[in-house]
């Protein structure tokens, strides 16, 4: 298990208690759920195929209103799904950002936030660049520049890669781990995954099971824990 005594004293940036969701059909997602998550950083969770993992991230974004527990947060989260193009709306890349943007500002800073945000994911001067002309991993670089525009820090990422070839895998893992490091305002992110190899860039991982999350362990024990797994998949 991780340990987080050091920062055991300070408020965790999301605290989800006792959670429980069914669905109108009847059929219950969530049961009882406990997340607390320790510090700004990366965050992983894994689960077989219907164990809640989709639930619990809709819950946080608020889009799906549990019928027991609490979710404490000081953030402002933002979701990310599988599928870019069931989040990007605009043509441009520039317009689509523009949409998202919060409060109000003048064209001259709404450009530049835009310009900054699109900067922060690797594609400064696509401003008018047509979305359908991006490659998939650019597409969901697109998509995660939209919840930095937002200004959002609580980052609820859906299996963000399972569409990706390994290349934009790897570009859009790594950038949200840079997003979540350092010392200067780090996100904190919820990730979901079935790829193992993507626990090794985590701080921590937890495992869902039946609607109900195990406690943090480090991403190589987590894989050391499900590679036994016939087809090598969480
Ligand atoms: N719209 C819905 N209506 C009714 N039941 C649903 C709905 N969406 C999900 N469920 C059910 O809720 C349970 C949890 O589903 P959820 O999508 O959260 O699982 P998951 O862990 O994200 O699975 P996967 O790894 O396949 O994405 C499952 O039994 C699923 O069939
Ligand atoms: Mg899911």
Same mark, same amino acid.
């Given at each position: 298990m991780l340990q987080d005594a050091p920062t055991a004293c300070l408020r965790s940036p999301l605290d989800v208690v006792d959670l429980t969701f069914d669905w109108p059909? !009847?059929?219950?997602?969530?049961?009882?759920c406990n997340l607390r998550i320790p510090r700004a950083g990366l965050w992983m969770l894994v689960g077989s195929n219907g164990s809640g993992k989709s639930t619990l991230l809709r819950c946080i974004a608020g889009l799906l209103e549990p019928q027991a527990g609490r979710i404490d947060t000081v953030l402002r989260p933002a979701l990310v799904f599988q599928n870019p193009d069931h989040q990007l709306l605009l043509p441009s890349c520039g317009s689509d950002l523009m949409i998202g943007l919060r409060g109000q500002m003048g064209l001259m800073h709404r450009q530049l936030a835009v310009h900054q945000a699109l900067g922060q994911v690797g594609l400064? !001067?696509?401003?008018?660049?047509?979305?359908?002309?991006?490659?998939g991993g650019q597409k969901q670089r697109l998509a995660i520049a939209g919840t930095l525009a937002a200004q959002a820090d609580l980052l609820l990422l859906d299996?963000?890669?399972?569409?990706? #070839?390994p290349e934009s895998q790897r570009e859009v893992l790594h950038l949200i781990r840079r997003l979540c490091? !350092?010392? #200067?305002?780090p996100l904190t992110a919820l990730w979901i995954t079935?790829?193992?190899?993507?626990? #090794?860039?985590?701080d921590g991982a937890a495992l869902m099971e039946a609607g109900r999350l195990g406690p943090w362990c480090s991403g190589a024990s987590m894989r050391s824990q499900l590679a036994p797994l016939p087809e090598g998949q969480a």
């Open positions: 059909t !009847g059929q219950p997602a969530l049961r009882h400064l !001067g696509f401003e008018q660049r047509p979305i359908h002309t991006l490659s299996e963000p890669t399972a569409l990706l #070839d490091s !350092g010392s #200067d305002k079935h790829r193992l190899e993507e626990l #090794d860039l985590c």
